[in-house]
T-cell receptor
Framework: SQTIHQWPATLVQPVGSPLSLECTVEGTSNPNLYWYRQAAGRGLQLLFYSVGIGQISSEVPQNLSASRPQDRQFILSSKKLLLSDSGFYLC?????????????FGEGSWLTVV | GQQVMQIPQYQHVQEGEDFTTYCNSSTTLSNIQWYKQRPGGHPVFLIQLVKSGEVKKQKRLTFQFGEAKKNSSLHITATQTTDVGTYFCASTGFQKLVFGTGTRLLVSP
């Protein structure tokens, strides 16, 4: 069966510090990968998605970036965090490149920028 | 870009009352998916609707897809405290899933 792992689960970072959130998927190959952000009590905002190694699409201009160094690894990064980057970050995957596929979410990472 | 709106944003009901959340789009949707997110948790897939006018049921939950494929609804009959959470609709564009704004449901015992 497929599983998705995301870490760290929680972190508190000072403004201006770097960020790295990692996500890996097991039990499948060539998945679509996604990073979503959810501000407290708000909806899900798609940040990045990837359909293959090195292929990243950005949905929202911001100081965040994403990379996919391996087929089942997706990394969310920032060089300098802002207060507004605080939120709940969710990695997710879906099978293949067809539309209409279910998305499976990781457990999420709570980021507080202080 | 594609936008999907949900109403209401928030609803507080007494246990046993019914609950409905509505999802609306200005464009025709290829399909609609529904997810539930428990407080502090991550969204979990509930169901997908594809056909115009489709209705699906999961125990006390009834999902409908509009005839014009521009709207959808989730109805919960006789809510229970375990129904607490945020319900999201979502629709697939090319290679990605766009989520609605969500409806937060609170159920008092």
């Amino acid at each position: 069966s497929q599983t998705i792992h995301q870490w760290p689960a929680t972190l508190v970072q000072p403004v201006g510090s770097p960020l790295s959130l990692e996500c890996t998927v097991e039990g499948t190959s060539n998945p679509n990968l996604y990073w979503y952000r959810q501000a407290a009590g708000r909806g899900l905002q798609l940040l990045f998605y990837s359909v293959g190694i090195g292929q990243i699409s950005s949905e929202v201009p911001q100081n965040l970036s994403a990379s996919r160094p391996q087929d089942r690894q997706f990394i969310l990064s920032s060089k300098k965090l802002l207060l507004s980057d605080s939120g709940f970050y969710l990695c997710a995957w879906s099978p293949g490149t067809s539309s209409g596929n279910t998305i499976y979410f990781g457990e999420g990472s709570w980021l507080t920028v202080v | 870009g594609q936008q999907v709106m949900q109403i209401p944003q928030y609803q507080h009901v007494q246990e046993g009352e019914d609950f409905t959340t509505y999802c609306n789009s200005s464009t025709t949707l290829s399909n609609i998916q529904w997810y539930k997110q428990r407080p502090g948790g991550h969204p979990v897939f509930l169901i997908q609707l594809v056909k115009s006018g489709e209705v699906k049921k999961q125990k006390r939950l009834t999902f409908q897809f509009g005839e014009a494929k521009k709207n959808s609804s989730l109805h919960i009959t006789a809510t229970q405290t375990t129904d607490v959470g945020t319900y999201f609709c979502a629709s697939t564009g090319f290679q990605k899933l766009v989520f609605g704004t969500g409806t937060r449901l609170l159920v008092s015992p």
